[in-house]
């Protein structure tokens, strides 16, 4: 399911689509970062981040600002309402999943409950 930044389940913030279009420009043409939820983590669940070409016809593709992230049907279940961001700041640089239907995290933010 291909939609746009606009009307996706899922946002991705500027900041975000920003530095996912500078860590593309270093990848093989045809590559994007694929957003997902595994189980695990001291929280219960932990986001992964992957730099791939493979593709399915299910996903949710986002694409922003020459940024293109992809989210598989599980994962976009739990995701669904998030806001992926990414933050520089002096405790230092990563990507940040605000998702609503997490009712705790961990204290790095990389785990969640539900």
Do not use: H
């Amino acid at each position: 399911m291909n939609e746009t930044a606009v009307e996706s389940p899922v946002e991705l913030t500027e900041s975000a689509a920003r530095r996912v279009a500078e860590i593309l420009k270093s990848e093989p043409v045809g590559s994007f970062l694929r957003v997902g939820v595994d189980g695990g983590g001291c929280s219960g669940f932990t986001y992964t981040y992957n730099l791939t070409t493979e593709q399915s016809d299910d996903d949710l593709v986002i694409e922003r600002d020459g940024a293109k992230v992809v989210i598989d049907p599980v994962s976009l279940d739990i995701l669904r309402g998030s806001k992926i961001d990414f933050i520089d700041d002096l405790m230092g640089r990563m990507f940040k999943i605000d998702n609503p239907a997490a009712t705790a995290s961990c204290g790095c933010g990389a785990s969640f409950a539900l």
